[in-house]
């Protein structure tokens, strides 16, 4: 199936793909509208040409029974959620980013000299990476609010999540505050806290039932997800057996790793320009240039060819997608969001904080991409590379995520330009 573009363009702003399924259109068109209805025209209309991703839960099927833990306010709001979830309409936004941007280790360096202190800026300003900050925002709001045994603000729609699972003192403590009608101070108090009524080391929570997660990027993630090299690549063919409410299902074959010296699997940093590579100033982080070469030469004596040379993709990064280099170059400090997808395939989409509040970590099911989608070089970079990965001793709940990969034929920037024609554009 192919995408049809308005009428009369000839040329336009995102060339023409065919998609995998509607499903992948819905999660499309559900995160574009609301980057439409959050981000001001007149900046949408300035950064056509900006990325956008979004964390889109989906709900197969609403069971009210252990949703509502009793709250006659919590069974309104579902209920009204309900009526309004149609079978085209059961997808929720939880956490969305826009931006290509980030901040370059010269700018930290300067406010460092001034006594800024390190970490109190967001670096990384990339779309994927601010909608999993948005997405793990999100949850700790939920958490919070049934902590403390209150209705989310942000929206009378919004259905939660997660449901609770362990830590029962505040359970116990919110019947018998229920069931008093004269709450003494410090027990209202308690309530607001939330967190005193809590046993803080039993509490947890986890993905409710018929609950899934998909990821949404409006373009390729950097980085290797657009090394087109090493694989052999192929239009998506639109599968119109699927309903809405599906997906494909898809085995990852286990990728030969026949080019690792050619950077196959090869971790990538974005490209900072106020970085120096090969002069005598004082690198970022004070890392000198001798101790920078010494630390090349040592990365480098670790990946020898069995005749002892040196691996050729770390002799320069000519071969890098555009706006990337090899991480023994010093061009840059921040991993490209292919290599960080990558690593959220395997350990989660919740971060280390999050995970201390959770019964298990949390994995996108699917992953949709606009423009500069192929389907093998997105296995190869996004979890496949990872094959191997093993959590370390204790930690078994982790494991390598390899979600279904899907093109959208929705685009982001639909316009296209009218050329002289002998008829009318309409």
């Known amino acids: 199936m192919d ?32 980057y439409q209805h959050v981000v001001p ?33 919590t069974c309104d709001r579902l209920q009204r959620s309900k009526e309004a979830l149609s079978s085209h309409e059961k997808l929720q936004v939880m956490g969305l980013g826009v931006g290509t941007k980030f901040l370059s280790a010269q700018t930290l360096q300067d406010e460092h000299q001034y006594g800024a202190p390190y970490g109190n800026r967001i670096r990384d300003c990339h779309a994927e990476v601010l909608a999993r900050r948005a997405f793990r925002r999100q949850l700790l709001e939920e958490i919070l609010t049934d902590l403390q045994g209150a209705s989310l603000k942000v929206n009378d729609d919004y259905i939660p999540i997660l449901e609770r699972v362990r830590g029962s003192r505040f ?27 809590v046993d803080d080391r039993n509490v947890r929570y986890k993905l409710k039932s018929g609950v899934t997660l998909h990821f949404y990027a409006s373009s390729a993630p950097c980085g290797n997800a657009t090394l087109k090299k090493f694989v052999k690549m192929e239009k998506e063919v639109f599968d119109m057996s699927l309903g809405p409410n599906r997906w494909p299902q898809q085995f990852h074959s286990p990728i030969a790793s026949h080019s690792l010296r050619l950077g196959q699997f090869a971790l990538l940093v974005k490209k900072d320009g106020s970085t120096k590579s090969d002069n005598n100033e004082k690198q970022a982080y004070d890392i000198s240039h001798s101790e920078m070469l010494q630390r090349r030469q040592t ?7 069995p ?28 991993h490209s969001c292919s290599d960080k997808i990558c690593r959220w395939n395997c350990l989660g989409l919740q971060g280390a904080l999050l995970m201390t509040l959770l019964e298990d970590p949390l994995y996108m099911t699917t992953l949709t991409v606009g423009r500069k989608f192929s389907r093998a070089i997105c296995q190869r970079a996004l979890c496949c590379r990872a094959e191997g990965f093993r959590p370390r001793k204790g930690s078994n709940k982790y494991r390598l995520n390899h979600p279904v990969l899907m093109e959208t034929n929705v685009y982001m920037d639909e316009t296209g330009i009218c050329l002289s024609l002998p008829f009318p554009c309409q």
């Not at 005749?307 to 050729?312: A, E, I, N, Y």
């Open 3 to 34: 995408q049809i573009h308005s009428e009369g363009a000839v040329r336009h702003a995102e060339k023409r793909r065919r998609g995998t399924c509607e499903f992948a259109n819905r999660i499309a068109r559900i995160s574009l509208k609301t």
């Open 41 to 73: 025209e007149s900046y949408r209309n300035v950064q056509k040409q900006t990325c956008v991703a979004a964390i889109v839960a989906s709900f197969n099927i609403l069971d009210s029974g252990n949703e509502t833990n009793g709250d006659p306010n």
């Open 171 to 197: 359970d116990n403590a919110a019947e018998e505050i229920r069931d008093d009608s004269k709450l003494t101070m410090k027990t209202s108090k308690s309530l607001r806290s939330g967190f005193m009524d």
């Open 299 to 305: 990365a480098n004596n670790n990946e020898k060819t």
């Open 307 to 334: 005749q002892g040379k040196t691996w050729p993709y770390r002799k320069d990064d000519a071969w890098c997608p555009p706006s990337c280099s090899i991480t023994n170059f010093n061009k840059g400090t921040i």
